[in-house]
């Protein structure tokens, strides 16, 4: 069964321009999260979608924002982006025992 | 407000050792508990997930224990490989969703 996929795995944005993260689950998980990592913070709790529905939020600006799909599929987008922004981005998709399976992440950097 | 500690920090052991991971978080509440590792620039393996009705899961060298009512987990690795050097972070689930509270990890070197 093929893993959490994400793309791209790395990105170079600067300062005021958006970026788009996508994120594919495993098969027949319809629950995704997302995190942020960053050496300072650790690993923070973005949001997560379930059937389409954005069932969890974070402690983070309007400018985070994401998506799910019909295939669960799942887009996060940040708007206007700042130096803080730089970080490893990470997806998990998990079943209805909510274990969850992460991707690779993608390396943003905003210079 | 959950927080998740880990300790300690880091860790340096031998080759062959048996070794314990210390996991701490502030309320009892959790839904569930999940042990990953981490290696440098990489995404998160998940090790071991114990529900909160379990005391304790075991895969292969790992075993996780949970006592709820004082707020702890320990990961035991069992006969420690060079292969086992990464981060290995705990995280609390908050409730039923799949959201995580992770603790700071604790970097594991283990020197053949």
């Known amino acids: 069964k093929a893993g959490v996929t994400q793309t791209p795995r790395y990105l170079i944005k600067t300062r005021g321009q958006q970026v788009t993260l996508s994120c594919s689950p495993i098969?027949?998980?319809?629950?995704v999260s997302w995190y942020q990592q960053t050496p300072g913070q650790g690993l923070q709790f973005l949001f997560e979608?379930?059937?389409?529905?954005?069932?969890n939020k974070g402690n983070f600006p309007g400018r985070f924002s994401g998506r799910q799909f019909s295939n669960s599929r799942s887009e996060m987008n940040v708007s206007t982006l700042e130096l803080g922004d730089s970080a490893l981005y990470l997806c998990?998709?998990?079943?209805?025992?909510?274990?969850?399976?992460f991707g690779p992440g993608t390396r943003l950097t905003v210079l | 407000k959950q927080e998740v500690t880990q300790i300690p920090a880091a860790l340096s052991v031998p080759e062959g050792e048996n070794l314990v991971l210390n996991c701490s978080f502030t309320?009892?509440?959790?839904?569930?508990l999940q042990w990953f590792r981490q290696d440098p620039g990489k995404g998160l393996t998940s090790l071991l997930l114990i529900q909160s009705s379990q005391r304790e899961q075991t895969s292969g060298r790992l075993n996780a224990s949970l006592d709820k009512s004082s707020g702890r987990s320990t990961l035991y690795i069992a006969a420690s490989q060079p292969g086992d050097s990464a981060t290995y972070l705990c995280?609390?689930?908050?409730?039923?969703?799949?959201?995580?509270?992770f603790g700071q990890g604790t970097t594991l070197q283990v020197k053949p």
């Open positions: 098969s027949g998980h319809r629950s």
């Open positions: 995280a609390v689930g908050a409730g039923n969703t799949g959201k995580l509270i």
């Open positions: 979608y379930f059937s389409e529905t954005q069932r």
């Open positions: 309320d009892s509440a959790i839904y569930n």
């Open positions: 998990a998709s998990s079943p209805a025992n909510h274990e969850q399976f």
